[in-house]
């Protein structure tokens, strides 16, 4: 598989910062009346995180969504992509990191980057109901979750057969730096990090001392303050170090899509730069518009607006289809 670069992406009219392109994104909701069935799932910690499943046909292909930063299944892009998946044929899991969409009091962690370890545990289970031929997507943080699964499971490359991350956190420690740079997308992050603190310190108040809440005034001041210590890190630098993926993206060997622009205001485009990669098995495709989960391009008759989950849909659909085609052989 090629790294390629493809500039074929045309913004939106009237969108076409990284600032305009990644907040409109976030307001434009696709409907759907698609049913799922909530798993409160158990892990070996004793701690639980949340599924949300679409099962149609066990033998079809299966899609695990994992969302970003301060995200949840509820997201509007984990949304969009689902019901996009549902009616290209996948069954579809929508991943829920510990202590997102309403599940405070189910573990005593927060997300964080590394967390790989947990969607391991949820294939293991899918596995055990039957299920098959995986196909992993994550946005921006959950980028770096499925990139970093990908990296340390070579041994699951029969049963994953595809990974494709939008947006992806890879770099955790120039992408706290560089989110400063923003007074916007910093304010709207810590807010909601500090929210999940506190309700955090409601469940387990001996865990999250609220007297440091105060501060908290950068992303790193959050990750040295409450992440490192509650995750098992010695510091920010430890945690950074260790959960991002950056150097090890030339280790994977399953098919892997890497969408990125330019001009994404939250994720540095230098951390792919940085990561130099000369992968078979990756497919870069990077843009000089789109924003951080956006690429809202204008519609065409072939298409929708959502330019980058268009790409991400060929590119599962294109290895479905292969899987097709080698089980019409044996």
């Known amino acids: 598989m090629n790294n390629t670069k493809e500039n074929n992406f045309i913004p939106k009219k009237f969108f076409s910062s990284g600032f305009s392109q990644t907040i409109l994104a976030f307001f434009l909701k696709s409907k759907s009346n698609i049913k799922y069935n909530k798993i409160i799932l158990p892990l070996k910690d004793n701690s639980k995180i949340v599924l949300y499943t679409h099962i149609k046909d066990k033998s079809k292909p299966t899609a695990i969504i994992v969302h970003g930063l301060t995200g949840s299944s509820n997201s509007v892009y984990v949304e969009r992509m689902s019901s996009k998946l549902i009616s290209y044929g996948f069954n579809v899991i929508k991943f829920n990191l510990r ?9 005593t962690k927060i997300y964080n980057a590394a967390q790989s370890y947990d969607l391991k545990e949820a294939i293991i289970y899918l596995k055990k109901i039957k299920l098959k031929n995986f196909f992993i997507l994550g946005f921006s943080l959950g980028g770096n979750v499925c990139l970093k699964f990908a990296e340390e499971n070579p041994q699951l490359k029969s049963q994953i057969k595809a990974v494709a991350v939008l947006s992806p956190l890879i770099d955790l420690k120039e992408s706290s730096s560089f989110i400063e740079k923003s007074k916007f997308f910093s304010y709207i992050f810590l807010k909601k990090l500090k929210n999940l603190i506190k309700i955090k310190a409601k469940y387990f108040p001996k865990l999250y001392n609220l007297s440091n809440i105060n501060k908290v005034k950068t992303i790193r001041d959050f990750d040295e303050l409450y992440q490192a210590p509650i995750s098992g ?51 870069l495709i990077t843009t000089n518009r789109g924003g951080h989960v956006g690429f809202i391009a204008n519609t065409t008759k072939q298409e929708d607006k959502f330019w980058a989950e268009n790409r991400i849909l060929e590119f599962f659909n294109s290895i479905k289809k292969t899987l097709i085609i080698q089980n019409q052989n044996i």
């Open 233 to 283: 890190y010695k510091n920010a630098d430890d945690y950074y170090e260790k959960a991002s993926v950056i150097k090890k993206l030339n280790n994977i060997k399953i098919p892997t899509l890497i969408i990125h622009s330019k001009d994404d205001p939250i994720v540095p485009y230098s951390s792919l730069t940085k990561a130099k990669i000369k992968n078979k098995y990756i497919k």
């Open 99 to 107: 202590s997102a969409d309403g599940t405070e009091n189910l573990t």
